[in-house]
């Protein structure tokens, strides 16, 4: 009887005023559920990132490849240049990761050369640029 006295109850510590109270268990859920969302999101990006780079990095390679075969039927002497192909890897040695096929056209004054690589991209696809120039007879 002596507590009664000096107003202390219970029931009145367990009261929290609004800026006291948590989250309720519905609110964690819901925040949850739009966290889970954009990570899922994020993930998704990421892979696409990944994908577009290992794309960017077989064109940069072909069409290195591409331009160094060109550069190569410039320089050589007009009579002997002729159509091929050949398969090579990344550094330009002999390979199977690109196929590179140049056509060169026939003309008496100025021929036409082609250079197509093609490959096949990490999702299966086939891929391919093309390179050409016109060579006078000089």
Not at 8 to 19: E, F, G, K, N, Q
Not at 56 to 76: G, I, P, R, W
């Amino acid at each position: 009887s002596s507590m009664s006295n000096c107003g202390y109850s219970p029931l009145a510590a367990l009261r929290l005023s609004a800026s006291q109270r948590g989250f309720t268990l519905l609110e964690v859920l819901i925040s949850l559920a739009i966290l889970s969302i954009g990570l899922l999101a994020l993930a998704s990006l990421t892979t696409t990132v990944i994908r577009n780079n290992s794309f960017s990095d077989d064109f940069t390679t072909a069409t290195a490849l591409a331009q160094d075969k060109l550069e190569e039927l410039v320089n050589t002497s007009f009579a002997s240049m002729a159509s091929s192909s050949d398969t090579v890897d990344q550094d330009g040695t002999a390979g199977s990761k690109y196929s590179r096929t140049w056509t060169i056209g026939t003309g008496t004054n100025s021929k036409t050369i082609q250079v197509d690589v093609g490959w096949t991209s990490n999702l299966g696809i086939s891929k391919t640029i093309s390179v050409y120039t016109i060579r006078g007879n000089t």
